[in-house]
């Protein structure tokens, strides 16, 4: 490279339109410089269209590495060094660009050299901090209708509640990701804040409609959702809880405008809340949920694969709470957690605790070679899996 001394000649144009073989002579442009604030991108085509069309935007607080998201994927943002310096040249239409009219047209200017360029990676949402936030402070039976408290010297205090725009500038997810995050949370919107209900009280909820159901006559598999709201609201239920609840423990039935109540889920509502944090023997814990699930219902142990697990003590069964619920959504740390907790997991047990794991480029098998060993003591074994 010569330094001219002078004005640029041609710009980006040249090389762009440069053929096989050929050359063209370059200098540096006037404005040459580190041009911090000017980086390389490197994207493909699909995300080049999301990107000139103003369907991405960068999310993260200024302690985090930000992402890049479109409107349903989230991807990491990573600087990768090149040892060939990249030269950059502006067009000829950019403003910085400066023409001489004495310069050679063939020539072009180099404003920068880049050494690298950022590159995008697809990564998965960052969802485990949505779940932190939603929780401290769920949706109680004696919540007020104001979003402020005052303090004891009398000053406003904001208590932690979050709008979608609260949402969307704290989590690191896009759009679909944190509607489906905030969906498999059962989070719902209350004036405009996105809250988790509390389990007690959603369980006064489920109890009163399992009620109204009796009292009515209502079919499980046929219940209408504007007379369930009704009755419960005339049990003094928000009619937007009333509905939530439905969503919450049932399935609309397409084409009929009606609702189902999934036996899966209202059996495991009653699950956890006979085993709260006990240990139970199987046989206990069996008769007290059998007390509790409704009529025309009935409980199995299947149904609770991913929240109970079993562990023989002697000649004794015991079940006990252990939801995927609470864990990490990261690989590393989720598989950190499974083997504090056991050390050794058959796979019928450890798949509910890694099936809603979702890694961009990784399949599951390839999950288990990554963080796991697996053994077998003969061919026909089930297999076993320890930390790698």
Known sequence: ME??????????????????GSSVPISYHPCFGPHDDLLLLEADNN??????????????????????????????????????????????NCPCFIQDDDANDDKVSVIKLAPGNMELVEVSPKLDKLKQLLLERPFGPG?????????????????????????????????????????????????????????????????????????????????????????????????????????????????????????RLVCLHFARQVLREEKMRVESFMEEWRKKIPEGMEGKLEMLEGEVLSERIGIETRVYTFSVRSLPSTPAERFAVLFKHRPKWEWKDLEPYLRDLQVPRLSMEGLLLKYTRRAQSRPDAEPVFSAR
């Open 143 to 263: 919540e007020v209708d104001d979003a402020m408290m005052m303090d004891d010297d009398g000053t406003e205090k904001n208590l932690a509640l979050y709008t979608w725009s609260d949402l969307v500038n704290i989590i690191q997810a896009s759009d679909e990701e944190l509607r489906k995050g905030l969906e498999s949370l059962s989070a719902i919107e209350i004036d405009g804040y996105w809250r988790i209900v509390d389990e007690s009280y959603l369980d006064m909820i489920l109890r009163m409609l399992l009620n109204n159901c009796v009292l009515n006559g209502w079919c499980f598999d046929g219940l209408d959702e504007e007379d369930v709201v009704s009755a419960l609201v005339a049990d003094e239920f928000p009619s937007e809880l009333a509905s939530h609840c439905l969503r919450v423990f049932g399935s609309e039935v397409k084409g009929a405008g009606k609702w189902k109540l999934e036996p």
């Open 47 to 92: 995300l080049i269209s999301d990107i000139f069309n103003g369907r991405v935007t960068l999310r993260g607080l200024p302690d985090e590495d930000a992402v890049l998201c479109t409107k349903s994927k989230t991807y990491a943002i990573k600087f990768v060094g090149n040892s060939n310096s990249m030269f950059l040249i502006p067009p000829t």
């Open 3 to 20: 330094d001219s001394g002078r004005n640029g000649g041609g710009g980006a144009e040249a090389v762009i339109n440069l053929g096989v």
